[in-house]
């Protein structure tokens, strides 16, 4: 019997070597991604999608095609179309159209779906995702709330939508945790892009009082130019993306990189699910940040940039939880 073992060992370490071949194989085999956005990729609620996207393209993980304007009217026509050319994994937005997306997943069960979506995921393919960067918005608050000198902050979005509320009360809660008789006007221009619209709306918050801006949408940066004050950024870095130099103190900035990693290893390991991937867009993953200081590094006080590192170490061990809140928020003057 014991001559037989060399060969049964032999033989057991073959198999074992094929198995994690065939493993190392299916991790490096690239997969199909398609994109689908509703916006110009330009606009930079997609374009963070997209990065993440083109990131995953260039480490030779995917290979990835796009269509970008896509109306909701024609979404899910494009939606079944990448679904029946052979893509294993579809990335996009399902905002004011879930139940017919939801459809369109049933319908392919070996697609992969990772949709931007308010409500949740849907067994078994559907998994949603949104922008949780309350976080370092919280972070910001506390920097704002110690810089304004007037006590009064305007704050500018496009929809009182949740993904936006969500970012204005951790903005001000961030902002009455150093300063409690900090007042915030909010407004909403009913719009994702209409700059001219914006910057209206940033003039009146100034008149009105206003010395700090939160930038949600373009425009406000020029207008806090104009007005020779100092604004904060959302989503990507305003200070070099948007022109904010001497103007953009730091932003609250998303990245969707961690949560297409996480989808896409999910799909080359064959278990992929419907789940929601909030967890991937904040800090502690990777999926949010705080954008560095540029040249108002000098300018924050000493103390200020302390309780900020010392919050942000707090949220990374989870030891601080920045309330989730998407109820529209109100002005106080």
Request: charged share 25%; hydrophobic share 45%; proline share 4%.
């Given at each position: 019997?014991?001559?037989?073992?060399?060969?049964?060992?032999?033989?057991?370490?073959?198999?074992?070597?094929?198995?994690?071949?065939?493993?190392?194989?299916?991790?490096?085999?690239?997969?199909?991604?398609?994109?689908?956005?509703?916006?110009?990729?330009?606009?930079?609620w997609?374009a963070?999608?997209?990065?993440?996207?083109?990131?995953?393209?260039?480490?030779?993980?995917?290979?990835?095609?796009?269509?970008?304007?896509?109306?909701?009217?024609?979404?899910?026509?494009?939606?079944?179309?990448?679904?029946?050319?052979?893509?294993?994994?579809?990335?996009?937005?399902?905002f004011?159209?879930?139940?017919?997306?939801?459809?369109?997943?049933?319908?392919?069960?070996?697609?992969?779906?990772?949709?931007?979506?308010?409500?949740?995921?849907?067994?078994?393919?559907?998994?949603?995702?949104?922008?949780?960067?309350?976080?370092?918005?919280?972070?910001?608050?506390?920097?704002?709330?110690?810089?304004?000198?007037?006590?009064?902050?305007?704050?500018?979005?496009?929809?009182?939508?949740?993904?936006?509320?969500?970012?204005?009360?951790?903005?001000?809660?961030?902002?009455?945790?150093?300063n409690p008789?900090?007042?915030?006007?909010?407004?909403?221009?009913?719009?994702?892009?209409?700059?001219?619209?914006?910057?209206?709306f940033?003039?009146?918050?100034?008149?009105?009082?206003?010395?700090?801006?939160?930038?949600?949408?373009?425009?406000?940066?020029?207008?806090?130019?104009?007005?020779?004050?100092?604004?904060?950024?959302?989503?990507?870095?305003?200070?070099?993306?948007?022109n904010?130099?001497?103007?953009?103190?730091?932003?609250?900035?998303?990245?969707?990189?961690?949560?297409?990693?996480?989808?896409?290893?999910?799909?080359?390991?064959?278990?992929?699910?419907?789940?929601?991937?909030?967890?991937?867009?904040?800090?502690?993953?990777?999926?949010?940040?705080?954008?560095?200081?540029?040249?108002?590094?000098?300018?924050?006080?000493v103390?200020?940039?302390?309780?900020?590192?010392?919050?942000?170490?707090?949220?990374?061990?989870?030891?601080?939880?920045?309330?989730?809140?998407?109820?529209?928020?109100?002005?106080?003057?």
């Amino acid at each position: 019997m014991k001559r037989f073992l060399p060969v049964i060992c032999k033989s057991l370490s073959l198999v074992l070597l094929f198995s994690v071949l065939a493993m190392g194989s299916a991790f490096a085999e690239k997969i199909k991604v398609s994109g689908i956005y509703t916006q110009p990729i330009q606009q930079k609620w997609d374009a963070v999608q997209h990065k993440g996207l083109l990131k995953a393209q260039a480490a030779g993980d995917i290979d990835y095609v796009y269509s970008g304007k896509v109306a909701n009217t024609d979404y899910i026509r494009v939606l079944r179309e990448y679904a029946e050319s052979g893509v294993k994994l579809i990335v996009g937005e399902a905002f004011g159209i879930s139940r017919e997306a939801h459809k369109v997943a049933k319908d392919y069960p070996n697609v992969a779906f990772l949709m931007g979506d308010s409500f949740g995921p849907v067994k078994n393919n559907f998994a949603v995702f949104d922008n949780y960067i309350h976080e370092p918005c919280y972070l910001m608050g506390i920097i704002a709330g110690s810089m304004t000198k007037t006590g009064k902050i305007g704050m500018v979005g496009g929809y009182p939508i949740g993904e936006v509320n969500r970012l204005f009360n951790a903005f001000m809660t961030g902002a009455r945790s150093v300063n409690p008789m900090v007042e915030f006007k909010v407004s909403f221009i009913g719009s994702w892009y209409d700059p001219p619209k914006a910057k209206e709306f940033a003039f009146a918050q100034v008149e009105a009082g206003g010395d700090v801006l939160y930038a949600e949408r373009a425009g406000v940066v020029d207008a806090a130019r104009q007005q020779g004050i100092i604004a904060f950024g959302n989503v990507n870095d305003m200070n070099k993306e948007e022109n904010g130099k001497d103007v953009v103190v730091t932003s609250a900035m998303w990245h969707m990189e961690a949560a297409i990693a996480h989808a896409i290893e999910r799909v080359k390991k064959g278990d992929f699910k419907a789940e929601d991937y909030r967890e991937w867009t904040m800090m502690a993953k990777g999926g949010a940040s705080l954008a560095p200081y540029y040249e108002f590094d000098a300018k924050i006080p000493v103390e200020v940039k302390t309780k900020v590192e010392l919050a942000k170490s707090h949220i990374l061990a989870g030891t601080l939880i920045v309330p989730i809140n998407d109820d529209e928020p109100k002005s106080t003057y």
